[in-house]
């Protein structure tokens, strides 16, 4: 069992940067891969990144490539998602997810454990 907290978001301007980070709990947190989602209303939840457990296999949606940076920190037990040259189209929750298998993967329905969502506002 993995419980997944996010923080960080707000309401920020556009071409403005923000940091979420998801503090997880659980013994077994350094073997899941990690998500970042997001959902706006009307909208299905994206993937607009991924980890592996070990940092080294990372996905990104193309909306986000060189923008959006996730890593992690495996002796805080937590994944970041670095927010730069914010956007409107970015106002979303974004939520992360941890993933038991063994590849990384942008389809939600493979992660088993997900956060509450924060919301992230981006005005023009």
């Known amino acids: 069992q993995v419980q997944l907290v996010e923080s960080g978001g707000g309401l920020v301007q556009a071409g403005g940067s923000l940091s979420l980070p998801c503090a997880a709990s659980g013994r077994t947190y350094n073997t899941y891969a990690m998500g970042w989602f997001r959902q706006s209303p009307g909208n299905e939840r994206e993937c607009v990144a991924a980890i592996s457990w070990s940092g080294i296999n990372i996905y990104y949606a193309d909306s986000v490539k060189g923008r959006f940076t996730i890593y992690r920190d495996n002796t805080k037990n937590t994944v970041y998602l670095q927010m730069n040259s914010l956007e409107p189209e970015d106002t979303a929750v974004y939520y992360c997810?941890?993933?038991?298998?063994?590849?990384?993967?942008?389809?939600?329905?493979?992660?088993?454990?997900w956060g509450q969502g924060t919301q992230v506002t981006v005005s023009s």
């Open positions: 997810a941890a993933d038991q298998g063994p590849y990384i993967t942008r389809n939600p329905n493979a992660y088993d454990f």
